[in-house]
């Protein structure tokens, strides 16, 4: 009982953050029933992914204070001063089949609400990215997330 009142209130206090940003930098957003923020930046022209779906996007994902932690687009490495030509896979759009639990869940969410070619902010609140564990030394525990991402391609 204990933890899911920390839950709730960590829900709570995410959702203020996420609106005082879109307030303070005079955006708006969309948000899904889980509390996933969004906002569509360019409309694609192909269909939305279905679950399974292998999807490759392009992403940047950054703090609420506009550090970046990690990206696909070389441009954007080379600029955040985190560029590395042995990074596994390199500068490449990343691949997973959406939907099956292969990337936080903020994203296997935003995805499906996107068309091929779709470009879109994610804003994912903590219970949809790495949670209390955080991730690594970049992403601290109960961390709200933005992602810049590109949906490339679906098969």
Known sequence: EKRMKEAEAQIDKDRELITTYLSENSLEADSTATGLFYMITERGE??????GDTV????????????????????VAKEAGMYNENRPGGYTPLEFPVGRRQVIKGWDEGLLLLNKGAKATF????????????????IGPNEVLLFEVELVDIK
């Open 46 to 51: 192909g269909p939305k992914p279905e679950v």
């Open 123 to 138: 804003i994912i609140p903590s219970n949809l990215a790495y949670g209390q564990r955080g991730q690594g030394r970049a």
């Open 56 to 75: 490759m996007v392009k992403y940047t994902g950054r703090l609420l204070d506009g550090t970046v932690f990690d990206t696909s687009v070389e441009s």
